[in-house]
């Protein structure tokens, strides 16, 4: 216990330290052609990564995207979904800590926020010495929330165990669920083997699945409480007299060392593996951007701030304004019988306004559309259409089938 109170007293002072220095620090705010750009740390020289061109530079017509010295990124419009910037996207890398936004998109789908939670002797003590944690100790008391806090704004490895063996009851168990979500969020390049990052050869995703990772976790709204909570404080527990403070590691908030203007959030890693990586959430307007960056050095922080530059300043969201009158789509002999002889179409409508991500200044009527059936096993059918520019997906819109049941009633 005195060792765990030492180290515990170490990581207080230290949180109180950086806090203070923090509200020293002047407020540095990125904008793209003034001098108004903060210092981050890049090498010199730069790495052997950051002559190499985004794939997305051969796309025609589209803006060159910023040179950077990570391996590998991404630029996703959440809300779009169209990938702005990609570069070795679907390479292989190691995610160190930002492996705990899955971790943590699964304790929101799976578990009460204020269930109570006590540390097993396997999670207090089933990680390296010297990795990111509370010192939380065997047997002490917490409730999700207070859990998950730990684990998004202190990387606490420990109760990313805890928070694996609440959700699954082990975390093996917890593993086969995170690998399985993954599957089913369209990831390809993924496998995953601990829930908190740490080294692992078998532990391993790539640009592209961590950016469908963080979409979906964006659009949970228990999630968005973690990835932007700036400072939280533990009280005392049964096992710890003293109040924790933890304090979110993303550099890029408001008020913090490398602060962008519209950062709302994300999650840091690094380990000498994985190298420096880091999600970041960021808004302007009514746009939301999501990056990715695997493999880079010095936090990401001007990679980061160089690929929201480019996506903010060089594209734009457009709704596509689409008709309100059904699209209609061919039927089977069957359906025509099931729907009273209705002709040889069928209506589909569309429920809401279709935006794409495209370059600033794009003649959104030449974009090309592929439509696509998707059926549910209970529910109406769906038509899906998908937006391109010059082959490159940049938007989406679905329209719905027509209650079948209340015209057979009408």
């Known amino acids: 216990m ?14 109180l330290l950086c806090g203070g220095l923090l509200l020293n620090q002047p407020t540095f705010i990125y904008a ?7 210092p981050t740390p890049t090498p010199n020289p730069h790495t052997e990564y950051y002559t190499q061109e985004a794939s ?3 796309i025609e017509g589209w803006p060159r995207g910023p040179q950077i010295e990570a391996e590998s990124a991404i630029v996703m419009d959440v809300y779009t979904e169209a990938v702005l910037y990609a570069k070795n996207a679907d390479k292989k890398q190691y995610p160190a800590s930002i492996t705990k936004i899955l971790t943590t998109l699964l304790a929101c789908e799976n578990l009460n926020l204020s269930d109570d939670l006590v540390v097993s002797q396997s999670a207090a003590y089933g990680i390296e010495p010297g990795s990111s944690s509370i010192y939380a100790d ?10 998950l806090m730990a684990v998004m704004l202190e990387s606490a490895n420990e109760m990313s165990l805890a928070i694996a063996e609440k959700t699954s009851g082990s975390v093996k168990k917890f593993v086969e669920l995170m690998n399985a979500r993954a599957r089913q969020l369209g990831c390809t390049g993924t ?8 080294p692992d050869e078998t532990h391993y995703t790539t640009a592209s699945d961590m950016a469908k990772i963080a979409k979906a976790a964006w659009f949970n709204p228990l999630f968005r409480k973690f990835a932007t909570k700036d400072l939280y404080e533990i009280p005392p527990t049964n096992k710890q007299p003293e109040t924790r403070y933890l304090l979110n590691h993303h550099k890029m908030m408001s008020g913090r060392d490398y602060a962008y203007d519209g950062v709302l959030g994300g999650k840091t890693g690094y380990t000498e593996a994985a190298g420096s990586t880091l999600v970041t959430y960021a808004k302007r307007g009514s746009t939301i951007l999501l990056v990715v960056v695997l ?10 701030a160089a690929l929201l530059d480019y996506g903010f300043d060089n594209f734009e969201r457009v709704n596509m304004k689409v008709e309100k009158e059904p699209v209609p789509t061919k039927t089977l002999p069957s359906e025509k019988y099931i729907l009273k002889d209705g002709g040889d179409t069928y209506p589909f409508y569309s429920m809401r306004n279709v935006y794409v991500s495209v ?3 794009t003649d959104t009527s030449g974009l090309t559309t592929k ?8 529910g109406p059918t769906r038509l899906k259409t998908q937006y391109y520019y010059k082959d490159h997906p940049v938007g989406w819109g679905i329209q719905y089938e027509r209650n079948i049941l209340s015209d057979l009633l009408s």
């Open 138 to 147: 065997t047997g002490e008391e917490f409730n999700v929330t207070q859990a």
């Open 2 to 15: 005195i060792k765990k109170k030492s180290r515990f007293f170490r990581l207080a002072i230290s949180c």
């Open 371 to 378: 439509k696509t059936l998707l059926t549910n096993a209970a």
């Open 359 to 361: 370059p600033v200044g």
């Open 32 to 38: 793209a052609g003034t001098d108004a750009a903060a």
């Open 56 to 58: 997305t530079d051969s």
């Open 191 to 198: 496998h995953f083997n601990n829930p908190n990052g740490l």
């Open 295 to 304: 493999n880079s050095v010095n936090g990401c922080w001007s990679d980061t």
